[in-house]
């Protein structure tokens, strides 16, 4: 995947230090330290990302989080780590082979065990590292976020289910997920996703984003349902 520089700099947090004396000094050391880290995760991540369409996820996932929480109090920190490490669950190596145990398997419960080892080798701050669980453990659309970082990552959670990007999700899994064995099936996850997510979004930035998305969605659905006339596939 191509990434803008400007993109990937969003991603590591790089901002402008021009200031004046000493704080420039330490500005520029803290920048460092977070650019470290970040390249740190996202690296991580790369490497455990399969398949490798599943990388992209990730980021988009953090952009879009962080476009809702922007000019809001959060801890940008918290919102990108849980952003990159919440479907370490879903990869193939971390998740089970076996499809009887691949039915019970908890991916979320799976991220929350692994991402504090990750965080710390990665010399994300400590205490920093609970917040990140938390806002993994509510990132789905069914939760509870106890946090406005688990509020924001569970709306772009939800975004990322709807219009075209949520469409080439689902469809991509058709053949090589036991849950989508026929084109059908994944129809029948979108119309679901169409029916219940949309209502379930809590900011109205993510409610505004949404409303492209749900139309993009329903127009493939409509017009799947009208080239098939019901014929299952």
């Given amino acids: 995947m191509v990434v803008s520089r400007a993109i990937m700099d969003s991603f590591l947090g790089h901002t402008d230090l021009r200031v004046a004396g000493g704080s420039r000094t330490c ?34 996932l953090y952009a879009l989080a962080a476009e809702l929480a922007r ?20 990869f193939l190596g971390h998740r089970p082979e076996d499809p009887a145990k691949l039915v019970a398997w908890d991916c979320v419960a799976y991220a929350m065990k692994q ?15 609970p917040a990140v ?34 469409i080439l999700r689902i469809v991509s899994k058709v053949g090589r997920d036991t849950r989508f064995v026929r084109f059908s099936d994944a129809l029948a996850v979108l119309r679901k996703n169409l029916s219940d997510l949309p209502g379930q979004l809590r900011l109205e ?4 984003l949404a409303e492209p998305r749900i139309q993009a969605l329903n127009s493939f659905l409509l017009a799947a349902e009208a080239e098939t006339k019901e014929i299952l596939w």
């Fill in 27 to 60: 500005n520029l050391q803290s920048g460092m330290e977070k650019t470290e880290y970040r390249e740190q995760i996202i690296q991580y991540v790369r490497r455990n990302a399969k398949p490798p369409d599943k990388f992209s996820h990730q980021a988009r």
């Fill in 71 to 90: 000019g809001r109090p959060h801890d940008d920190d918290v919102v990108f780590a849980a952003a990159w490490l919440h479907d370490l669950g879903v």
């Fill in 115 to 129: 991402a504090p080892g990750i965080l710390e080798s990665a010399g994300f701050p400590n205490e920093k590292i």
């Fill in 133 to 166: 669980v938390e806002a993994i453990r509510t990132h789905q659309a069914q939760q509870e976020p106890t946090r406005f970082e688990g509020i924001v990552l569970r709306d772009a959670d939800i975004l990322e289910q709807l219009g075209a990007v949520g």
């Fill in 205 to 208: 930035l993510a409610r505004q």
